[in-house]
């Protein structure tokens, strides 16, 4: 109950390339050794609770799952398939990293899956740029600056 996440990253009615971009970050202590579960309500491509997840293990404690009321995303287990995780690392080597920040054994198994569509990184690139101007108008839509 001490760990919340630091910024809202307005994911509602975000297409996968903005999931991806817009990144959540957390704060608080985590117990040493202890052992958490994860709860949420709406997952599509479950990069909020693997940031969370990510932030547990960096500080000290272990998941031991995760519960979501929806799964929205096309793979049921949240887990890479590995089979994705070498794709990517032959098309694009460290340039995923270099983009989102994510180390590719980080990467959800929606998210895997949406970047294995991807045959170059100038195609990434090129959404990146398309997907900033869409959340701005998304946002702004919605009177968010």
Request: proline letters at 2%.
């Amino acid at each position: 109950m001490d760990i919340v996440q630091l910024q809202k990253v307005f994911h509602t009615g975000a297409d996968p390339m903005e999931r991806l971009m817009l990144r959540p970050s957390f704060e608080g202590a985590v117990s040493q050794d202890a052992g958490y579960v994860l709860v949420d309500d709406v997952t599509s491509m479950g990069g909020t609770l693997a940031e969370l997840a990510n932030y547990i293990r960096l500080n000290g404690g272990f998941v031991l799952g995760s519960i979501v009321l929806v799964n929205a995303g096309r793979e049921k287990n949240f887990t890479l398939i590995k089979k994705h995780l070498k794709i990517l690392e032959e098309r694009f080597h460290d340039q995923i990293r270099q983009q989102f920040g994510i180390h590719l054994p980080a990467l959800t198994a929606n998210e895997a899956n949406y970047l294995v569509g991807f045959r170059t990184f100038d195609e990434i690139r090129n959404r990146c740029v398309k997907a900033e101007k869409e959340t701005h108008l998304r946002l702004l839509s919605k009177g968010i600056k």
